[in-house]
């Protein structure tokens, strides 16, 4: 009788324990508001309900527009209404005038490629003006985009509510995160080319004349190359260049998986031999650095001659190249290792050497049962003054941006957050159980960047639009703003 | 009272214990599972089978797991530089030659392509091995067979054996219940 009244007990702690864990899974609703510390709404866009990817801030002038690039369309909405013109329009570039930050106003929508999700429209945006290019036009403004899987465009948005098509280069199988220097016009274009053994590696091209492009070669990791044979190293994500005076160029392996820091002499990398042959492919490389097969490089966000406070009096050492990596996660409700962002010292070169690491708290949110991902995806790229060095600002999906004070490295801190309210906008994110799907609504903050006034810019990949943040309290302080 | 139930439970767990423990492939002939033979990497473990050399034509190893969002959820396996890619050939040897193109392949309702390959081993010598890779929405199983039989023998035997109706089961479960 005892044993009974024992597993009756037990039967109900169990069942409490269940409802408990119900209960704490904080599935957002609509009508909540938005979840945040130390960051606050100044203003937001809903991008006419479109999946976003990545923000680009450009100052035009005396005004700040946003150029926001998009995944394709969903099942329910393959080519939402543009409400400007009336039309059906695949996904493709949000054009956004952010001058005044608590009123954003829509401009334009450029189409992008017929598709739906990853197989369409243009996610990937670049801006640079035509007087800072070597030979473009000065009254020209160019915004380098993808055109889904299978080109690379360069528009003229010096007015941006009636951007121009200057260029196309097409002929791909994959394309994504590029990266433009825009004071010579070389280009980093992550690119499949139809003949290369994995679906994404770089095509370096001179647009220093975006009307007429130069190629200069094609590179990637030696077993990508065409005519190889055996195993095929990681894809490409995305290369970040310091120019001609940093002469790097940090490229970023893997999205969630097998992933690799890749530094490379942007010179020999730009002027070495060009035919993709091992030994070409070798020659620009200084070090790699590879990661666990659990995580991916998605961003590699490098930040060289960072003085560290802690060292301030070693008489060695006291300032240190540091490469913020960020993962990405792509698997809805935890279904893989943790996504997250890992601090690296390369200032020995030859030893790059992983310091650090950051990553929300789970049971700060209980963000495995939110719905869709929980994870790392990228972070600012911006390197204005404002924040650069001194903070970070990391997309999380569902647990939002994340504002990390990275003034020391080797231990990033976590100062402040922001997680969108969702809308009726919002799309589901589902998984497969017992074979039928099991959605949820939440917010996937997927990228994320800063201006140089300090304003900060989160996209939703769940169709949720744009938000205009600003930090505040003890992070504003952090970061120096006043 | 108390050990009536004690005895109850332990007669249960046997039984599912017994039936946990014979493998449902024990019935298709010449095939009986063996343990992973690889560390770990960025995907957990799968399942690894042999077979006989009677039933396959030579002794044949066959390695399946599913790689759960590593697919293009739109085009699918596309390729075969993609079969090259994903379907665990590097576990068993980096240096791996291609025979021949692809073929398309379907298994269980899922869509693919498999490719045929001389591998060859750290000791130098050679092995045949099929590569296999299938795609569900977003997700893949990957499959990799190798041993002694010739690469058109090995990879009917693999594919006959991932169809049987056992193998599908687990890979539907695998993939999520599909």
Redesign the interface.
């Known amino acids: 009788m005892i044993?009974r009244i024992k597993l009756v007990t037990l039967l109900g702690i169990a069942l409490i324990a269940c409802c408990c864990a119900g209960a704490h899974a904080q599935q957002q609703v609509i009508g909540a508001p938005p979840e945040a510390s130390n960051m606050k709404l100044v203003g937001s866009n809903d991008l006419q309900a479109r999946s976003a990817y990545q923000p680009t801030i450009h100052r035009q002038g005396d005004r700040y527009i946003a150029y926001i690039g998009h995944h394709g369309g969903t099942d329910d909405i393959p080519d939402p209404i543009n409400p400007l013109t009336g039309k059906a329009e695949p996904n493709g570039t949000s054009i956004v005038d952010v001058t005044d930050p608590a009123n954003p106003r829509y401009l334009h929508h450029i189409p992008g490629q017929e598709?739906?999700?990853?197989?369409g429209g243009a996610q990937m945006v670049r801006v640079c003006d035509g007087k800072a290019l070597p030979k473009g036009d000065p009254s020209a403004v160019y915004l380098l985009r993808t055109f889904g899987s299978e080109a690379h465009e360069i528009w003229n948005v010096a007015d941006p509510a009636n951007p121009v098509l200057v260029t196309r280069l097409g002929g791909l199988?994959d394309t994504h995160k590029s990266w433009w220097e825009c004071d010579t016009g070389i280009a980093f274009l992550v690119s499949g080319a139809p003949d290369w053994?994995?679906r994404r590696m770089t095509q370096v091209y001179d647009l220093s004349d975006p009307a007429h492009p130069v190629k200069i070669r094609d590179f990637g990791l030696p077993g990508q190359e065409p005519g190889a044979?055996?195993?095929?190293p990681t894809e490409l994500h995305g290369p970040i260049s310091t120019g001609p005076q940093g002469n790097r160029v940090y490229f970023g392996y893997g999205t969630?998986?097998?992933g690799m820091l890749q530094i490379v002499d942007r010179g020999k990398l730009i002027n070495g031999p060009k035919e993709p042959t091992l030994d070409n492919l070798r020659f620009p490389e200084i070090a790699r650095m590879p990661m666990s097969?659990?995580n991916g490089a998605h961003t590699t966000f490098p930040m060289l001659k960072m003085p560290v406070a802690e060292f301030a009096h070693d008489k060695d050492g006291q300032a240190r190249d540091i490469v913020m990596i960020v993962d990405e996660a792509?698997?809805n409700e935890c279904?893989?290792p943790r996504q997250m962002v890992w601090f690296a010292d390369v200032t020995t070169e030859n030893r790059p050497m992983m310091i650090s690491s950051y990553t929300v708290p789970e049971a700060s949110g209980s963000f495995c049962e939110r719905g869709g991902r929980f994870g790392s995806h990228s972070s600012n790229e911006s390197m204005a003054p404002v924040f650069y060095k001194k903070m970070a600002f990391i997309a999380f999906f569902n647990a939002g941006v994340r504002a990390l004070d990275i003034r020391d490295p080797y231990h990033p801190t976590e100062v402040g957050y922001f997680i969108p309210a969702i809308t009726a906008a919002t799309d589901k994110r589902c998984?497969?159980?017992?074979?039928?799907d099991r959605c949820k609504v939440a917010i996937q903050t997927n990228n994320v960047e800063t201006d140089e006034r300090g304003y900060i810019y989160i996209v939703d990949r769940a169709n949720t639009g744009l938000h205009i943040l600003e930090l505040t309290g003890p992070a504003r302080a952090a970061a120096g703003l006043p | 009272m108390h050990s009536r139930l004690i005895a109850f439970g332990v007669a249960v767990a046997l039984l599912i214990g017994i039936a946990g423990m014979q493998p449902a492939w024990a019935q298709i002939e010449g095939w009986h599972e063996i343990a992973w033979p690889y560390p770990r990497d960025g995907w957990p473990a799968g399942r690894a089978f042999r077979c006989a050399a009677e039933a396959c034509g030579g002794e044949v190893e066959l390695y399946v797991r599913p790689k759960i969002g590593f697919c293009n959820c739109d085009t699918g396996v596309a390729d075969d530089e993609e079969v090259d890619r994903v379907a665990d050939l590097d576990l068993i040897s980096q240096r791996f030659v291609p025979l021949a193109a692809g073929q398309r392949i379907e298994v269980a309702d899922m869509r693919g392509r498999s490719r045929a390959y001389d591998l060859t081993m750290a000791s130098g010598a050679q092995h045949t091995a099929v590569g296999i890779a299938l795609s569900h929405r977003c997700d893949l199983l990957v499959a990799v067979a190798q041993g002694e039989a010739d690469a058109v023998q090995m990879r009917r035997a693999a594919l006959e054996f991932l169809a049987t109706s056992e193998m599908t089961r687990w890979m539907a479960s695998a993939l999520g219940g599909r």
Do not use: H
Not at chain 1, 229 to 232: E, P, W
Not at chain 1, 431 to 436: M, P, R
């Open positions: 044993g598709g739906k999700y990853e197989g199988k053994r994995t044979t055996g195993a095929v969630d998986k097998g097969a659990f792509i698997v279904g893989e998984v497969t159980i017992e074979g039928k």
